[in-house]
């Protein structure tokens, strides 16, 4: 089982979207048995799949351990792709995070998941907190979507830096360009200073994502945005492969 967090403290790069079709990749190219556990109130990615609304508030029950993460866990669209959704109920987290003495309480979460599910992909909410760090504990491979600009830059530096101060994390971290556009010329630049960084195209055909509320393979496999998921996904794997 690996858990792969798709973080960073900057908000709007692309990570719900490419949670949701990173997901897809792993259920669908690869057909592992695949979670997407969404940690973001906002419910970007249950959205983006298509999800109703949730019935109550429950999400934050399964960190104080009044419910079991299981219970929540519902199937979605895609085969083999199951969704853990968020609520409003989990913006009280950091500060439960904050208080409660254990830093691995969602890293354990995940393990219990680990007889059920091959991938565990998480869409993260854009902070740096104590939810980041318990997130950070709990994951193999953080993909840092980010543009490319100077700014976005420092967010990976400041994702670094955190992990860094960890204890016992173990996390390898990988940079994803998010949103290229190859006729501008800084994004151009940055991306041949950056060669080993996986490249994900701005696309109108990802912006449809959001409108049809379905993982772009679902609607149009073949388009040069759903193989750059697709190569993206690839890459993970491998990377997990080294980290094993
Ligand atoms: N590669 C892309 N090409 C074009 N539009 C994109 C691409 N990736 C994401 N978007 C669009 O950019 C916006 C932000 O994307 P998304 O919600 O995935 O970002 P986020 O990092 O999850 O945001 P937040 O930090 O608020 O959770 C959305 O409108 C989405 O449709
Ligand atoms: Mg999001």
Redo the contacts with the bound molecule.
């Keep these: 089982m690996a858990v792969i967090a798709i973080f960073s403290p900057k908000?709007?790069v692309g990570?719900?979207?490419m949670?949701v079709n990173l997901a897809w990749c792993s259920a669908t190219i690869s057909n592992k048995r695949t979670l997407l556990w969404e940690l973001?109130p906002?419910r970007?990615?249950a959205y983006l799949l298509g999800e109703d609304e949730p019935l109550g508030k429950q999400a934050f029950s399964i960190f104080s351990k009044d419910r079991s993460a299981k219970s929540l866990i519902t199937a979605t669209e895609v085969e083999g792709l199951d969704l853990l959704p968020a609520d409003n109920s989990i913006i009280e987290l950091d500060s439960y995070f904050s208080q409660l003495g254990k830093k691995r309480r969602l890293a354990k979460i995940a393990e219990e998941l680990q007889s059920e599910y091959q991938i565990i992909i998480l869409?993260?909410?854009?902070v740096m907190n104590e939810v980041a760090r318990q997130i950070m504990r709990a994951a193999d491979l953080i993909i840092v979507p980010l543009s490319p600009s100077p700014l976005a830059r420092r967010s990976l530096d400041l994702v670094r830096l955190e992990l860094s101060r960890i204890v016992k994390a173990h996390a390898a971290i990988l940079p994803v360009f998010s949103m290229i556009d190859r006729r501008r010329s800084l994004h151009r630049d940055a991306c041949a200073a950056q060669p080993d960084w996986p490249i994900i195209p701005m696309s109108s055909a990802i912006e449809q994502v959001a409108v049809r509320r379905a993982p772009i393979g679902a609607f149009q496999r073949s388009c040069p945005a759903s193989v750059a998921f697709m190569n993206l996904w690839k890459g993970i794997e491998a990377k997990l492969k080294t980290l094993a």
């Design positions: 908000g709007g990570k719900s979207t949670a973001d906002q970007g990615a869409d993260c909410p854009p």
